[in-house]
């Protein structure tokens, strides 16, 4: 190792409390210091290569170091950094605001911006339940949310969050909800089969509907694809049938895309697999093609206009952040949106896809592999002590992160959930690269799993 990396490595083991990290552990090891990126690679301050598995947390969408998106940060610096959006507004945030109403679902109409996901999540949530008191229907107060679902770190959103290990540490901090069950396939929590289920965990939010709606401002969940929680699929129709119910009973359709947008999973977004369209739309991540933070939540024109009003009827929406519509981050989504046309993303995606899938088949023939499910380029690959019985591994063997060291061996960058091989590199990434991903992976898990 050079000085200059075992210098690093000694001041961030000072100074920096890394995220969803176990400290103790990470002072223990030597930790890889990224220096550089390009196209689908991390490169560290050894020189060492490695593919971006997962997108760096998630976020990155047409590789590193795209040009055009490169080039729009540097002007937009030579203009302005910042200027704040509260009641004024800057070039790049007016611009893309219209953008993204393009290519959003039908029927979405205004964008709040935000700086990352749980924010723009809390607001999501802030606005529905005030969306109620400006319609003189202040009983609506309570939130359906489903096992399983992650919509962030902040405590709004770790009330709707479902995913014991991450949020049960807080739950006294936490506000009323009314929990539904995961559409986990896999491991139904109602013990039924696909498709003679008729998608029954949808009909459970019907139920809780139909008892409680009248207490019932919004419905939130991550649409297709439940990714923290796993990289949980849910079954074609699900989504149809849960906005379906929000109609009838009269309570806000909240999809968080954060994860799932810009392209994961085929589509722009998720829900447009179903011609669904929510009345907030949340996003985040991918916004800046993995450059910046940026989030926003956006709605339709019912929602926007039920906060419209003389000043003193209190109607605004009290809530904003410093950096909101920062015009560096609006300009790199600019971009963002422009290099999925100019690059034909969409279209290229279909062709990755197919062969992702036909690989991921392969998977399902490993001894230790229980379940493979995938929309579009996000995967999860679940390894299980017994196939037969299901029989998950124990948490302290840590065999998603045996997977992870051994991929890493092999010049490519994992990040597990527990025992789900995750597998979410950028939707840009060249054929060539995502096979060597694709290889190296299954060896990964081979090698972890049967030794
Ligand atoms: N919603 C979903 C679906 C997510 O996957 C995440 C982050 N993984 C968030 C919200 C929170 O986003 P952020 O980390 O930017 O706060």
Redesign the pocket.
């Known amino acids: 190792m050079s000085d200059s990396t075992k210098k690093l490595g000694e001041l961030d083991k000072e100074f920096v409390w890394h995220p969803f990290t176990q400290m103790k552990e990470y002072e223990s090891k030597d930790p890889i210091v990224i220096e550089k990126g390009e196209g689908a690679y991390l490169i560290d301050s050894e020189g060492n290569k490695y593919i971006d598995g997962v997108s760096s947390?998630?976020v990155n969408i047409h590789g590193h170091k795209v040009p055009e998106i490169d080039k729009a940060i540097k002007e937009q610096v030579d203009s302005i950094s910042h200027s704040t959006l509260l009641g004024m507004t800057n070039p790049p945030a007016a611009k893309l605001a219209e953008q993204l109403i393009n290519i959003c679902p039908e029927g979405l109409k205004k964008v709040f911006y935000s700086g990352?996901?749980?924010?723009a999540?809390e607001v999501a949530l802030k606005m529905s339940f005030q969306y109620w008191k400006n319609k003189d229907k202040p009983e609506k107060t309570k939130f359906v949310y489903l096992e399983n679902g992650?919509?962030?770190?902040t405590l709004g959103?770790v009330s709707v969050g479902g995913i014991d290990l991450f949020h049960s540490a807080f739950k006294e901090l936490l506000f009323d909800t009314y929990k539904a069950p995961s559409y986990y396939c896999y491991r139904c929590p109602l013990n039924k089969t696909y498709p003679s289920c008729n998608i029954a965990c949808a009909g459970e939010v019907e139920k809780i509907l139909s008892v409680h709606h009248q207490q019932i401002c919004a419905v939130i969940l991550?649409p297709y694809v439940q990714?923290?929680g796993g990289m949980i699929v849910s079954p074609e129709g699900y989504l149809k049938k849960v906005r379906e119910y929000c109609d009838k009973y009269d309570v806000l359709l909240i999809l968080?895309?954060?994860?799932?947008g810009f392209g994961r999973t085929g589509k722009m977004f998720a829900c447009q697999h179903e011609d669904v369209t929510p009345d907030i739309l949340?996003i985040?991540?991918g916004m800046t093609g993995g450059y910046l933070?940026l989030?926003a939540t956006i709605t339709n024109q019912k929602v926007y206009d039920a906060f419209l009003g003389d000043y003193e009827e209190y109607k605004t929406f009290f809530h904003g952040h410093s950096y909101a519509g920062n015009p560096i981050s609006c300009a790199a989504s600019i971009a963002n949106i422009e290099v999925f046309e100019k690059n034909n993303t969409l279209t290229e995606l279909k062709e990755k896809i197919e062969y992702f899938e036909n690989e991921l088949k392969e998977f399902s023939g490993l001894e230790h592999v229980g379940n493979v499910r995938n929309k579009g380029l996000m995967a999860g690959i679940e390894l299980v002590e017994d196939k037969e019985s299901k029989k998950p591994y124990e948490a302290g063997l840590k065999m998603g992160w045996k997977v992870a060291d051994k991929a890493l061996e092999n010049e490519v960058m994992l990040r597990p959930l527990g025992n789900v091989v995750v597998l979410m590199p950028p939707i840009g990434i060249p054929m060539e690269d995502l096979k060597k991903l694709m290889k190296v992976t299954f060896r990964s898990i081979k090698e972890a799993t049967e030794s």
């Open positions: 947390l998630w990352d996901g749980a924010s999540v992650y919509h962030g770190d959103a991550e990714a923290a968080d895309e954060v994860a799932t949340v985040g991540k933070p989030s």
